[in-house]
């Protein structure tokens, strides 16, 4: 249990420092470009990867987009955690594992159980009471970025499933290849915002940035050590991770960054953990 509560408080605390990075107006992409490089090294370190096969056989369909898409839902992730706060930003990332499961039941025949069935209704319709803001038309425009980080991470997750499914290919050696590639386009970004929108680079940002690399790779390292932990056990991983990240990102949102939970917000809250539980025990023929 160890190992699954440290990952939760890891993926709680990149939501923190991106949020407190904002507010003190650190250039976000700096940051995540320094967080890929970490990443690069952590997972040469971690992995020490063998390449034994040649470039045709990577798969390049899968790995580009997940490149590309990686660094912009970051930003996009990071901008909705200042926009709407961590609480409704990690909840939408934490709901986008309906995405996979509606593409599984399309495209991959997948079958569509009675709790897979209510799961993404009461998913849907927490989304609504989470984002729904009435006529504020401030609040509406803000709902902008909930969406990209909901689609998003949905489309990603999709992304590494099918890099998951490959026999011939080690999965963490086409994570590093995803990896440095995403370290390429956040590069790239970074770059043409320093020439072209003249950004000053920050050495601040390097700080920032290792710390973040740290959270999100320990983040992920501890998550999987979780899942060795529960080998037998694969749904108390999943589900207490969804739990977990949803309810201390809660705490941490309404304690330290006083962010204001509407009683339509918490009725939402309620329904995407049940949501949640219910596409995990589903997915994991549970139930």
């Not at 650190?26 to 034994?52: E, H």
């Not at 038309?137 to 099918?162: E, H, M, P, Q």
Request: proline content about 2%; aromatic content about 14%.
């Amino acid at each position: 249990m160890f190992f699954l509560l440290i990952s939760i408080i890891f993926s709680v605390s990149v939501a923190t420092l991106l949020k407190t990075a904002r507010s003190k107006n650190i250039p976000v992409f700096q940051i995540i470009n320094i967080n890929y490089l970490v990443a690069v090294c952590c997972a040469i370190l971690a992995y020490r990867p063998q390449f034994n096969y040649t470039i045709s056989d990577l798969r390049w369909d899968l790995y580009l987009p997940l490149g590309l898409l990686l660094p912009i839902v970051f930003f996009i992730l990071a901008k909705a955690i200042k926009d709407n706060g961590i609480v409704k930003t990690d909840i939408s990332q934490r709901l986008s594992l309906i995405l996979p499961l509606a593409y599984a039941v399309i495209f991959w025949n997948d079958s569509l159980s009675v709790g897979k069935i209510i799961g993404l209704i009461l998913g849907f319709i927490s989304i609504f009471f989470l984002f729904y803001e009435g006529d504020n038309a401030v609040k509406r425009s803000n709902i902008t970025s909930l969406i990209g980080v909901f689609l998003g991470y949905g489309i990603i997750d999709i992304l590494f499933k099918k890099i998951a499914t490959e026999t011939h290919i080690p999965y963490t050696e086409s994570l590093l290849i995803v990896f440095v590639l995403a370290l390429i386009i956040a590069s790239f970004v970074s770059i043409y915002k320093g020439l072209v929108k003249q950004e000053k680079f920050l050495t601040t940002s390097v700080i920032w940035g290792l710390g973040l690399g740290f959270l999100n790779f320990c983040n992920i390292l501890f998550y999987l050590k979780a899942h060795k932990e529960f080998v037998e056990s694969p749904t108390t991983v999943f589900a207490c991770m969804n739990f977990g990240v949803i309810l201390l990102s809660y705490i941490v949102g309404m304690i330290h960054f006083n962010e204001k939970i509407t009683y339509r917000n918490t009725i939402g809250l309620v329904l995407s953990l049940i949501a949640v539980t219910l596409v995990t025990l589903s997915q994991l023929k549970f139930i």
